[in-house]
């Protein structure tokens, strides 16, 4: 059972570009949350989503960013016209249905804005 | 809301010494409680968790002991190897049925051989 999948790695885009980033949950995992890292700091929520909705997105800011879970392919989490303070490390996590289970991370897509 | 505090970094230790990172939290309910940690250019993997007061969650050596009195959750271990040089987070998870995890500024530590 492969684990959480990411890509890319590694993701660098000019001020302005869009950036989407997949995240494959692990399979029979139908939960999936993206939370952000910014250099020294640790990880904060951005949103998470079942299959085709969206339960909390109270981390997402309010402009650029969007996420997706559709029933069928991966999460996507898109960032329009990026700005510098969007490079991070993002991290994607999912978990199987059911309450109080364990989310296991992927490895992150590290995004660079230059 | 919820939150969880870290004792500062960076921490540098020489193999086989004792190791204690600090973790407390704050939290209207009753959290489940999260060690992970970060290797170099990796993900987060699990390391321990607690659900409830007094439970004691242990993993490679590692433990902690989630303390309701003082809203603690400190991670031990009595002989740290180089291999144990990562970013250690701690984290809450809100009471039954929430999912989001809130995370620790992280702690980075160093073992010297």
């Known amino acids: 059972n492969a684990g959480v999948m990411q890509n890319p790695r590694h993701l660098v885009r000019r001020r302005g570009q869009e950036a989407r980033l997949r995240c494959s949950p692990m399979?029979?995992?139908?939960?999936v949350y993206w939370y952000r890292q910014l250099p020294e700091e640790g990880l904060k929520f951005m949103v998470y989503?079942?299959?085709?909705?969206?339960?909390?997105e109270s981390g997402m800011p309010k402009e650029r960013f969007s996420a997706e879970f559709p029933k069928e392919g991966p999460s996507i989490l898109r960032i329009q016209q990026v700005v510098r303070g969007d490079s991070a490390a993002y991290f994607c996590?999912?978990?199987?249905?059911?309450?109080?289970?364990?989310?296991?991370f992927g490895q992150g897509t590290r995004l660079t804005v230059v | 809301g919820d939150s969880v505090t870290q004792m500062e970094g960076p921490v540098t230790l020489s193999e086989e010494a004792f190791l204690t990172i600090n973790c407390t939290y704050t939290?209207?309910?009753?959290?489940?409680l999260f060690w992970y940690v970060q290797y170099p250019g990796e993900g987060l993997q699990l390391l321990l968790k607690?659900?409830?007061?007094?439970d004691k969650g242990s993993n490679k050596g590692f433990e902690a002991t989630y303390r309701k009195e003082t809203t603690s959750f400190h991670l031990e271990k009595g002989s740290v190897q180089v291999s144990d040089s990562a970013v250690y987070f701690c984290?809450?998870?809100?009471?039954?049925?929430?999912?989001?995890?809130?995370f620790g500024q992280g702690t980075r530590l160093t073992i010297n051989p």
């Open positions: 607690a659900t409830k007061a007094d």
């Open positions: 399979k029979g995992h139908s939960h």
């Open positions: 984290a809450l998870r809100e009471g039954q049925g929430a999912q989001k995890l809130v």
């Open positions: 939290a209207t309910g009753y959290p489940s």
């Open positions: 989503l079942q299959k085709e909705n969206i339960i909390d």
């Open positions: 996590a999912s978990s199987p249905p059911g309450v109080s289970t364990e989310a296991f």
